[in-house]
Each structure stands twice: as structure tokens, then as C-alpha cells.
């Protein structure tokens, strides 16, 4: 038997708008997992529909973020949701994400310098630290718009930080 560990839930990750370019979240996305982009709107709702009784994580980036909890908001359950430092100038509604989230992780990139990934998610409307209202957990992370999704998932596996050449 091999060292992998079946997943019981149901996980999709979906990328922020430069993920087809950049890869940043599609690089981490095991296989029998789901990866969207994050215009796939009507395939990311059917898949919420798709099986609804099984428990279901979400892990979403910038605008990938926005348009999972704009979906959840109107109503479409998920177990767990993981934002990473979302971005839109559309926000959904706090309390009605809460409520049709069972748990929302909420990361935010405090690493601030002007770089061309921070520029990206202010021009796209970053969301800094609204979320921290309506989220269950509220992250701050040492990171920029760009290496968020990286740092976040080597401190889930516990991986060391890469070292400076």
C-alpha cells in the first residue's frame, strides 16, 4: 500500500486571474482533485451540486476566492472553505457566506511592498482585512499577494522555507 491517504472530502482549488500564467495554485492541486479557474463560475456550481451530502473543501486565491464566496453566498453549502488574500471590488455578503460556510479560513498577505504581484491585487481590489468581520479564522501571513499560496501550504505540510541563494 502506497503512502498515500485517501481524502474523504470533496476538494476543488480554484486559481486568481493570472493562475493559468503563474500556476500558483494549479501546481499544488494533487490528482482526483478538482482545479478551476476563476471565471468557471457555472463548472465550479455545478460541482457544488454535484454530490452535496459529502463534506467539501475549498482552497481559492485573489479572484479565485471572490468567486467561490460569492457562489456560497447565495446559498450553495460547503464544509470548509480557505481563502488566500482575496481581491475584487465586489465583496459578497459577510453574513450570508458564514452561514453557508461551515468553517472559513481567511489568509491575508501582510507583506506590502510594492512588487508587480501586490500591485496586481490592489488594482484588483484587495480585500485586506474585511474578511476578519465574517471569517471563523482571520490569518495574518508574512507574505506578498504572490507567495501567499506557497507559504501558506508549506506551513500545512510542514515544509522549511526555501533558502535564499
Known sequence: MGSQIA???????IGGAMDA???LVKMHVPAGQHYFEWHQ???IREW???DPQKPTL???????????????AQGHRVTELVTLD????????GVLLRRYCGHWRNYVAMDTRPNFANLVARVGGWWQHWPQEFAHQHIEVAAD???IVNTVLRQWRNLP???AA
Open 7 to 13: 481524502e474523504l472530502r470533496r476538494v476543488a482549488w
Open 21 to 23: 500564467k503563474t500556476r
Open 58 to 72: 475549498i482552497i481559492a486565491h485573489s479572484y479565485g476566492a471572490s468567486t467561490i464566496t460569492r457562489l456560497i
Open 161 to 163: 522555507a526555501p533558502q
Open 48 to 50: 457544488l451540486f454535484t
Open 86 to 93: 482575496p481581491v475584487s471590488w465586489r465583496k459578497p455578503d
Open 145 to 147: 499577494h504572490g507567495m
Open 41 to 43: 463560475q457555472q463548472a
